[in-house]
């Protein structure tokens, strides 16, 4: 069944009856209608409101008869957060129901089509109306003339709702079949909770998901696309305002709301809420606002103990499918280990047959190999050492015949060498001497010549200059001819120094034998004859 009004117009109603009838936006065509509960407006203590609507005079849209009731939903105020947290909205339907029921029974009556609709909080408020135990509290009403009541049908008849991101109420602690079920038409309009292909979060409304199944009418879940809408626009799409139009989106078809089942929850705050003498409807802001608390408390208390419950039951579940898990799985590997290990006993009995003919197999082949190669090597290093001693004995020889051809080069060249000194020293002294017996004659000669010119003086001093210079003279000449002979000397030693070092290396050798007594010396340093040595003297 069609509405009585448009989906746009019962949206517009939804949303601005969060305003009130002071000021407020209705849409166009329609006003107040005041024969309901106090001048069109029903406002409860625990912060239930709504109010009702009628066509104007000029309004061609709709038929005459037709109303509309506006129920609002959650403004923020702390008497709408605890009629959401207690029961989904029933204690605030329960303050409004006199004045909703009688004004409902009087236009049904009347032959008036009525259109109750609302947005959350409110959606839930139109289903306590439209649901069957409310639509038989209508028909019990008495109405005059005959103070009889309703027919269900004239009820169902002149009915239809429309709701906008409402919860369901068929969980809600209490109710019974009754509420539960409703033979008004009508339609649950909601922002479809959904994944978007490749998103990671759920776009859409979640508020619909709470409270159980919906009472009556039919889902229709609408899927935006929500570009250009914010994070808090797309996943919690819960508001009324359509600028964005997401009421005008897609809709989905055969969508089925994911439900939320709260209802164990909201049973334990309600027991223990009337146990501590605060089950009743708050009168305040302030009375809300603390239920509201307490009620939070209450169901995290709750949530806590239920969550550690399912906790150790998932751990004890687990624990219990963990050991059979176990068993099997140990069962399982007993017997693959038995049989891989008697597969593998076999494996191993060949491979060690195998092995062992194969290893005597190689055994005899390393043996052969070995002796051939014991073989060539024998053969190998006998004739590299026969080799090696034929090259040996022939360095030796060689060497020996180096040495001593060496060693005969070298005292013939030490005997020149010394007979060479001793002409050049000898040579060296006699032209020293000659030399300064010549200076010493001109020097006389010229001494002379000077006392013979000079002062007695200087003949004194003549003469002891020719004294001093004969002694220096005779001097001289004994510190040359000393020279001389201890370099004669010295060259004698070293020349019989080295012809021993080279007898003593060609007798280690084995190239000469030791003499008995020395044979001969390479230089002997002769004495020169006394008249000689008196020749060279120099005498004073």
Do not use: C
Request: glycine share 10%.
């Amino acid at each position: 069944m069609n509405g009585f009004v448009g989906k746009e117009v019962a949206r517009q109603v939804s949303e601005n009856v969060y305003q009130g009838t002071s000021g407020a936006q209705l849409p166009a065509g329609y006003q107040i209608d005041k024969s309901f509960a106090n001048k069109g407006e029903f406002k409860g203590d625990n912060g239930v409101y709504m109010y009702a609507l009628m066509p104007t005079a000029d309004n061609t849209s709709v038929p005459p008869n037709t109303r509309i009731l506006g129920m609002r939903g959650t403004e923020g105020k702390a008497t709408d957060v605890y009629a959401d947290i207690a029961d989904v909205g029933h204690g605030q339907f329960g303050a409004a129901k006199p004045a909703v029921n009688a004004w409902l029974a009087n236009n049904i009556k009347a032959g008036n089509n009525i259109e109750v609709t609302g947005h959350s909080l409110g959606g839930a408020l139109v289903q306590w109306t439209v649901n069957d135990k409310n639509l038989q509290a209508i028909a019990d009403i008495p109405m005059p003339p005959s103070k009889q009541g309703l027919p269900m049908a004239d009820i169902q008849s002149h009915l239809h709702f429309t709701t906008f991101n409402a919860p369901g109420i068929s969980k809600v602690p209490g109710t019974t079949p009754q509420d539960r079920t409703s033979g008004i038409s009508g339609e649950h309009h909601v922002i479809a909770f959904e994944k978007k292909p490749g998103a990671i979060l759920y776009s859409g409304d979640p508020v619909h998901l709470l409270g159980g199944e919906h009472v009556g009418g039919a889902m229709v879940a609408h899927s935006p696309n929500y570009a250009g809408q914010s994070f808090i626009e797309e996943h919690v799409a819960h508001s009324i305002v359509n600028k964005s139009g997401n009421w005008n989106a897609p809709v989905l078809p055969n969508y089925k709301a994911p439900a939320i089942d709260a209802s164990e929850y909201q049973a334990y705050v309600k027991t223990m809420m009337g146990a501590l003498g605060q089950d009743g409807q708050p009168k305040s802001e302030s009375q809300a606002a603390a239920k509201a608390a307490l009620a939070i408390y209450l169901a995290g208390g709750k949530l806590g103990y239920e969550t550690i419950k399912s906790g150790v039951n998932t751990v004890v579940d687990y624990s219990d499918k963990a050991i059979n898990y176990a068993s099997q799985t140990v069962k399982l590997g007993v017997n693959t280990v038995a049989d891989a290990g008697g597969k593998a006993y076999e494996a191993s009995a060949h491979a060690v047959k195998s092995g062992v003919n194969t290893v005597v197999d190689y055994s005899q082949k390393a043996a052969s190999a070995t002796v051939q190669t014991v073989k060539l090597g024998v053969n190998t290093v006998a004739d590299a050492g026969g080799k090696a001693y034929e090259a040996s004995a022939h360095a030796v020889k060689s060497g020996a015949h180096a040495l001593v051809d060496y060693g005969s080069k070298a005292v013939n060249a030490t005997t020149q060498t010394i007979k060479y000194g001793g002409h050049v020293v000898a040579d060296t002294g006699a032209k020293a001497y000659h030399a300064m017996a010549e200076g010493g004659v001109k020097a006389y000669k010229v001494l002379e010549d000077t006392a013979k010119s000079g002062a007695h003086a200087a003949v004194d001093y003549g003469s002891k200059a020719v004294n001093a210079t004969a002694h220096a003279v005779k001097a001289g000449t004994n510190i040359v001819l000393d020279a001389g002979s201890a370099s004669l000397d010295k060259m004698a030693k070293l020349g019989m120094e080295g012809r021993a070092m080279l007898s003593r290396s060609a007798m280690d050798l084995g190239l000469l034998s030791a003499p008995s007594t020395p044979s001969s010396r390479m230089v002997e340093r002769a004495s020169p004859p006394p008249s000689e040595a008196a020749n060279h003297r120099v005498k004073p």
